[in-house]
């Protein structure tokens, strides 16, 4: 190997461990701040949308859910996770696991921005109310609120 490329290996483990220590303190939260969006390991395909709130607007409004709902199936979500979230080639979004978060602002960063293995990004076609519409309607799944429950 080249003496230039063990270089720049050299420099980049340096870099690693600069970057792992003596920074942490700096990635705490302020009390009160909402908690950090975690972004996941690997290619993050679509822009890095963050959404302008921490916490969804829409999340005690019948109405939208029933809106959220709508969007649900209009874009065609249905078609990957199932026509009421249930799972098929993407993931369930009723059940309890969660592979990126559950949190508002979480679900909105997995619609806005896209997941690594499969998920489109919706960011640049979506409207932002749309987006906390659909995480409304996700959320209420498998709940009292949850508005067209499968049969
Ligand atoms: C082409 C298929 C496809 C479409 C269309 C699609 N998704 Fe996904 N979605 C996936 C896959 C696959 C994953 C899992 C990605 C991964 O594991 O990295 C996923 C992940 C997610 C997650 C994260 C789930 C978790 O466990 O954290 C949410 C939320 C989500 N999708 C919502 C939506 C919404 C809302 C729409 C419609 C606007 C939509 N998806 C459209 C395939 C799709």
Request: glycine letters at 14%.
């Amino acid at each position: 190997m080249p003496i230039r490329t063990w270089m720049s290996a050299g420099a980049l483990l340096w870099l690693l461990i600069w970057t792992g220590c003596g920074n942490q303190t700096a990635e705490l939260p302020a009390a009160g701040a909402p908690p950090a969006v975690k972004t996941p390991v690997g290619p993050v395909p679509g822009p890095g949308t963050q959404p302008a709130l921490a916490l969804n607007p829409y999340s005690q409004h019948a109405e939208a859910l029933t809106e959220g709902r709508k969007l649900f199936v209009w874009y065609n979500c249905s078609g990957c996770h199932g026509g009421h979230g249930g799972g098929g080639m993407g993931p369930s979004l009723r059940d309890q696991s969660w592979l990126y978060g559950n949190s508002d602002a979480h679900i909105f960063g997995s619609i806005a921005e896209g997941r690594a293995h499969g998920m489109p990004a919706w960011g640049t076609k979506v409207p932002e109310d749309q987006i906390w519409k659909l995480v409304a309607y996700i959320q209420s799944l498998g709940t009292p609120r949850e508005p067209q429950p499968p049969q």
